[in-house]
């Protein structure tokens, strides 16, 4: 990869900590895939939506980490549908392989959504 990609992580609260692992395997030295976070990492203020947007709009992709807090996180679930609204393309990442929600969310119909694996994650970003 010439340049990093410029993504949006988008993530339940409850799962801070898989995206502190998500994005710090990014500087790992032997992981094949950089980027630069443009995640939320805070609850916004009452203007929130337009600041997000404006950082969604600025990215390449946006990954969202998928738990069972998914289907109840309603930030992260309009960002998903403010990525597919600006046309940013959006991939899924499951966050563990055994605690997976049974039903995704609508907001994610047609996104593709696949283990979290350094193959993967070099796919997608690699497709940018």
Not at 79 to 95: D, L, S, T
């Amino acid at each position: 990869m010439a340049a990093k990609n410029r993504l949006f992580i988008s993530f339940a609260m409850e799962d801070i900590r898989a995206r502190d692992l998500f994005v710090g395997q990014a500087r790992h030295e032997r992981t094949p895939f950089d980027f630069a976070d443009f995640s939320v990492k805070r609850p916004w203020d009452s203007e929130w939506k337009t600041q997000c947007r404006s950082r969604i709009k600025g990215c390449d992709g946006m990954i969202v980490l998928i738990s069972k807090s998914t289907a109840q996180a309603l930030g992260q679930l309009w960002e998903i549908k403010c990525a597919k609204e600006e046309g940013i393309p959006v991939r899924g990442i499951y966050i563990s392989s055994t605690d997976r929600p049974i039903n995704l969310p609508s907001e994610l119909s047609g996104v593709y959504v696949m283990n979290w694996t350094w193959d993967n994650i070099s796919n997608f970003l690699n497709s940018l």
